[in-house]
């Protein structure tokens, strides 16, 4: 039998640097740290076991013991995302292991940031971990543009830029969005069709200080607020669009390899000179080199000098990204 505890006091000292920054990450991701078919999650002191495959499923209980031991959580959640048949599920059996159903809800802190979590709400308990570097970085570039801003008001009143605006497509529970007002955005559009998603993304905004401001949740379709922004003329420096790879709204079912590029294009029309768009994808057919291309590609159709700026796949804590169809990602930056 494998040596969970000492798997799991290894994989968790190579992401100890991670602390610095944040509570909330992955210890262990699947084979890549020696332990196949299966995720570790950590949310603060709470932890997240998900069983993606059957190779460990029959030692469950001896893992359950060890991330009790290595790692004394206030609460450990385990899902089984796999069924009898070998389809992936989406809502998963789901046991707690360690603590009380109440326990499995708590807070996180990334950055200046803190966001909700909870293990039992579904599949995924309020924040994806894998994005990690990315919304740090939004908050980083919005903290620079409002610097840059307030220069060009000091120097000519003239030149001085409106409020900084950031959209966010397929919000889910507005992350990007909590650090993009964090580092200096005046306006930061949440568009989802989950009423209680955004309303999640609301208590993260309170939960950091910020006011709830006109024109910041949209329920509905985000490919038909693009179309209405882009009809009503409305503008932003920063663009995020991490889109499911399938979802269903009022009949219309979107498909990420038919639909995305199209959207790109569409949403580069809403973008400033001078901003930022970064899409994303965890589709597993999707190669990171060709997806960067076509999203340049669709921008430059309404921004000839666009650049990539950076393409990647998931967060330093997701050792052996792209290995296995649960844990891959295709992300890129193009500035305007």
């Known amino acids: ?154 120097n000519s009143v003239e030149n001085a830029a409106p409020g900084l605006r950031f959209l966010n497509l397929f919000s889910y529970t507005c992350s990007f969005s909590v650090h993009a007002r964090l580092g200096g955005a005046e306006i930061a559009t949440n568009a989802d069709i989950s009423g209680k998603i955004l309303d999640k993304g609301r208590e993260n905004y309170a939960l950091n200080g910020l006011d709830l401001r006109p024109g910041e949740f949209f329920k509905g379709n985000a490919i038909e607020y693009v179309r209405w922004a882009l009809k009503k003329g409305l503008r932003f420096d920063g663009i995020v669009l991490d889109p499911p790879s399938f979802a269903r709204f009022k009949g219309f079912n979107f498909n990420v390899r038919e639909h995305l590029m199209p959207l790109v294009e569409e949403c580069a029309g809403l973008l400033n000179e001078g901003g930022f768009f970064m899409v994303s994808s965890n589709y597993s057919e999707f190669k990171l080199e060709h997806f960067a291309r076509d999203v340049l590609a669709a921008v430059r159709t309404r921004h000839k000098n666009a650049r990539t700026a950076w393409m990647r796949g998931q967060d330093v804590d997701f050792v052996g990204s792209g290995a296995t169809k649960d844990s891959c990602l295709v992300a890129t930056l193009v500035e305007c």
């Open 1 to 154: 039998m494998p040596d969970f505890e000492k798997i799991l006091r290894f994989s968790d000292s190579l992401r100890a640097s991670l602390l610095e920054k944040t509570d909330a990450y992955r210890v262990v991701n699947g084979v890549s740290d020696g332990m196949p078919g299966l995720t570790l999650d950590r949310f603060g002191e709470r932890f997240q076991i998900q069983f993606f495959g059957s190779e460990l499923l029959s030692q469950k209980a001896e893992i359950v013991a060890a991330v009790r031991e290595v790692f004394n959580p206030v609460c450990l959640v385990v899902k089984e995302r796999l069924s009898s048949s070998g389809k992936s599920l989406e809502n998963p059996p789901m046991e707690v292991a360690v603590g009380t159903r109440e326990l499995a809800v708590g807070i996180v802190r990334e950055g200046c940031a803190k966001f909700h979590v909870d293990l039992l709400d579904t599949v995924n308990p309020g924040l994806f971990l894998d994005m990690r570097s990315v919304r740090l970085e939004v908050e980083e570039r919005f903290r620079a543009m409002k610097t840059a801003a307030g220069a060009a008001q000091f």
